[in-house]
């Protein structure tokens, strides 16, 4: 399983990005995928999750700003990033798992991307 994720870089606060990652190896149907983020010093944090089904979940910090996606004819994973915040800065991982359940913990994914970096400036 090969996951390639792509489109972070520097943006002003209030800006969008759109990170996308691209699978091989698995049929994202299959699977349950995720984005997390991580910030030196601290364990790698759950921003938002999409299941086999199609149903999402987007932790509280990023509700209404950011929203998860999936083409799965282009077996490709998207996380669309609006209103921008400092904060917001991280490194963007995408992870795949098979099941649906205990998906906010990052140990139960076996399938990590090389990560992107994100960084939102004043």
């Known amino acids: 399983v090969l996951l390639v994720e792509s489109g972070g870089g520097l943006v002003q606060a209030g800006g969008s990005l759109r990170l996308s990652c691209a699978a091989s190896?698995?049929?994202?149907?299959?699977?349950?995928m995720a984005w997390f983020t991580q910030v030196p010093g601290k364990e790698r944090e759950l921003t938002a999750a999409i299941w086999r089904s199609g149903f999402q979940f987007h932790a509280d910090f990023v509700k209404d700003r950011f929203a998860i996606s999936k083409n799965s004819a282009r077996n490709t994973v998207y996380l669309t990033m609006n209103s921008l915040r400092p904060e917001d800065t991280a490194v963007y991982y995408c992870a795949a798992k098979y099941g649906p359940n205990l998906y906010t913990d990052f140990a139960q994914y076996p399938h990590w991307g090389q990560g992107t970096q994100v960084t939102v400036s004043l």
């Open positions: 190896g698995v049929a994202l149907d299959n699977v349950t």
